[in-house]
T-cell receptor
Framework: KAGVTQTPRYLIKTRGQQVTLSCSPI?????VSWYQQTPGQGLQFLFE???????NKGNFPGRFSGRQFSNSRSEMNVSTLELGDSALYLC????????????FGPGTRLLVL | AQTVTQSQPEMSVQEAETVTLSCTYD???????LFWYKQPPSRQMILVIR??????QNATENRFSVNFQKAAKSFSLKISDSQLGDAAMYFC????????????FGAGTRLTVKP
């Protein structure tokens, strides 16, 4: 089975712009979670989607949003980018009913100038 | 709320030696899953080992094994015969078996392997 894929892998934006990141989960996985990883804050949970519905949400401002499509692919959007949004954004998928392990994609590295 | 604590920000080990990474967690639930993830520098996060709380036997995956102490809420990772490729950031994680809760991660331990 193919692993979790994320596009794009690298992105450079300027303050005030918006960005959309995409994640395709492992085939059959219906749960997709997003994380922000920075050297100072570690791994921070953004949100989780399951069957096109947001199931859990972390403590991030409303500029961060996401959605999931019927094929379980997910996108996250960050509007009005700030310098502090520069980070590695990780997507992970998991299989319901199993051991709930999450399988991670390679991440999208976002740099905001 | 469940929390995961990794008290060792950095560890180092000599190649071929054994190292143990610590993890403790706080929960009031009786059934849950615990995981160790490895993130090599600039590379993808991968699942190393998993443990289900109601299973008494400690999980083992080749050179990686865990010491799961449910009463103490401790879940340490032992890496035997350390190799240069084991150098990475290691994250301990917790996920409830009951609720559709998000996975909780520790802050990570950076492992250096010395040749």
């Amino acid at each position: 089975k193919a692993g979790v894929t994320q596009t794009p892998r690298y992105l450079i934006k300027t303050r005030g712009q918006q960005v959309t990141l995409s994640c395709s989960p492992i085939s059959g996985h219906r749960s997709v979670s997003w994380y922000q990883q920075t050297p100072g804050q570690g791994l921070q949970f953004l949100f989780e989607y399951f069957s096109e519905t947001q199931r859990n949400k972390g403590n991030f401002p409303g500029r961060f949003s996401g959605r999931q499509f019927s094929n379980s692919r997910s996108e996250m959007n960050v509007s009005t980018l700030e310098l502090g949004d520069s980070a590695l954004y990780l997507c992970a998928s998991s299989l319901e009913g199993g051991d709930l392990a999450q399988y991670f994609g390679p991440g999208t590295r976002l740099l905001v100038l | 709320a469940q929390t995961v604590t990794q008290s060792q920000p950095e560890m180092s080990v000599q190649e071929a030696e054994t190292v143990t990474l610590s993890c403790t967690y706080d929960t009031s639930e009786s059934d849950y899953y615990l995981f160790w993830y490895k993130q090599p520098p600039s590379r993808q996060m991968i699942l190393v080992i998993r443990q289900e709380a109601y299973k008494q036997q400690n999980a083992t995956e080749n050179r990686f094994s865990v010491n799961f102490q449910k009463a103490a809420k401790s879940f340490s990772l032992k890496i035997s015969d350390s190799q240069l490729g084991d150098a990475a950031m290691y994250f301990c994680a917790y996920r409830s078996a009951y609720n559709n809760n998000d996975m909780r991660f520790g802050a990570g331990t950076r492992l250096t392997v010395k040749p």
